[in-house]
């Protein structure tokens, strides 16, 4: 996940910027299934899947925020 924001961030336009950070939430998705089945194998527990899915949920809000900013400035090239 992050070495996709990074690349599209360098990729120099914040239309490449976007398809990263989707690509980024896309990532977290994954991450988010790998979290239920950790916890549905018994290989974490309840309280780790929590603290866990919190922090997926903490993330996915900083990305949203970041592509809604910057889908609404008029300098998407």
Not at 65 to 74: E, G
Request: proline share 1%; net charge negative; hydrophobic share 35%.
């Amino acid at each position: 996940m992050p070495a996709n924001i990074v690349e599209g961030y360098y990729r120099g336009t914040t239309k490449q910027y976007l398809n990263f950070l989707g690509i980024s939430k896309a990532s977290l998705a994954e991450v988010n299934y790998f979290l239920i089945l950790a916890n549905d194998l018994n290989y974490i527990d309840n309280e780790e899947f929590e603290k866990f899915e919190n922090q997926c949920n903490e993330i996915g809000k900083i990305l949203n925020a970041t592509i809604k900013t910057l889908r609404s400035k008029d300098t998407i090239k």
